[in-house]
């Protein structure tokens, strides 16, 4: 009898700057642990020294030739975005936003919730109050790169930022979102918009969803303004499920999730391309860290459970549980990093999870 093929994937491996430099290398070695355990998968993983550090020495984050290799490749592994010596406008516009946008990938996805261990900033808050689900959307609204300025260095400066919705970007964000919030347990979606002082875009989101969800009257809905939602981020976390809203507002509730959560250090995200056209790209939600990076104490959680994503996006649902598992016993026995009330570094927690998964 033949024995079945071993999958190969190519993982195109972006470390970045600052603590995504450290995360990446850690996760790494968890993922050759997940190979040499599971024995049925081999990941490819190219490394690419797209950096701030590469920025200021060839003037480019992404070689102009670089687009069809990572077109081919099955996932991107992204650590993180930023560096004291380049302006945050630059790193992100030249780097992580061009990844998003010509790779279609439209929905960026931030699973929220409070890991065993792991204790959230909200007094009595346990971790079935807050188990979240967040879909932003990750090609439209302010990131869209419109606007100007016009009389520069004078003291009539105008400075214009355009933010731009489609019917098409929305219903497709808002189609995504409530398949997620049919398959999870509750069933609930939470739309946010600032539909009441952005008059334009924002009601055009209110209508979509109005008519979305028509198709789905099995998911209880609600809308929030962004404003009104941090407070209830706060006081009613449990009253939440799936959340779905804009580039600019997800990320903004996405951090304050993750802080909610415990730390932005444990949370994880998935920019997707839903229609599997091109690569999708996992990341952690943290950015680089420069006040703690080149110190071993970065939390690696975040990008571990981002790495066991890319593996259930790749069809590797038995590996990707398996690392949250070992992820979460780790977590829950106190080997943690100081952002999470622990005293261990970046190494160590990483040992503690290949040890698990070796178990
Ligand atoms: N690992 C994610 C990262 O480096 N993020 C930097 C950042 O500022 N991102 C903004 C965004 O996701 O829009």
Redesign the pocket.
């Known amino acids: 009898m033949s024995r079945p093929q071993k999958r190969t994937y190519r993982i195109a491996s972006i470390p970045?700057d600052g603590i995504?430099v450290e995360v990446i290398e850690q996760t790494v070695k968890v993922l050759r642990t997940m190979e040499d355990l599971f024995g049925s998968f081999t990941l490819d993983i190219d490394m690419l020294d797209w950096s701030s550090d590469r920025y200021l020495e060839k003037g480019e984050y992404i070689p102009a030739d670089a687009w069809p290799k990572l077109r081919a490749s099955d996932a991107i592994l992204?650590?993180?975005?930023?560096s004291p010596d380049v302006p945050d406008d630059i790193s992100?516009w030249d780097l992580?936003l061009p990844l998003r946008k010509k790779l279609n990938q439209y929905i960026n996805l931030r699973p929220i919730r409070i890991l065993p261990g792991v204790s959230s900033p909200l007094r009595s808050c346990t971790s079935s109050d807050l188990d979240w689900m967040i879909v932003r959307e990750n090609s439209e609204g302010e990131y869209a790169g419109q606007g100007g300025t016009t009389h520069d260095d004078t003291a009539q400066t105008i400075a214009t930022e355009v933010a731009i919705f489609t019917r098409l970007g929305i219903e497709r964000t808002m189609r995504f979102a409530f398949d997620i919030a049919r398959d999870r347990p509750r069933k609930k979606l939470t739309m946010v918009t600032k539909s009441n002082a952005q008059r334009h875009g924002m009601v055009l989101w209110d209508k979509i969803f109005y008519e979305v969800a028509k198709e789905y009257p099995d998911v209880e809905t609600d809308k929030m303004l962004v404003d009104a939602m941090t407070v209830r981020m706060v006081l009613k976390p449990q009253t939440l499920d799936t959340i779905v809203a804009t580039n600019l507002h997800g990320?903004i509730l996405s951090d304050l999730a993750a802080a909610l959560a415990g730390s932005i250090g444990v949370a994880a995200s998935s920019n997707l391309d839903p229609t599997r056209q091109n690569p999708s790209m996992f990341?952690?939600?943290?950015?680089?860290a420069p006040d703690i990076a080149g110190q071993g104490i970065a939390n690696p959680i975040g990008t571990f459970w981002s790495a066991a994503e890319m593996l259930r996006w790749l069809g590797e649902e038995g590996a990707a549980d398996l690392l949250m598992k070992a992820m979460e016993t780790v977590t829950a026995s106190g080997t943690k990093t100081r952002d999470v009330g622990g005293t261990c570094n970046l190494a160590q927690v990483t040992e503690a999870v290949i040890a698990e998964l070796e178990q």
């Open positions: 970045g995504g992204f650590g993180a975005v930023g992100l992580i990320d990341e952690p939600i943290h950015g680089s």
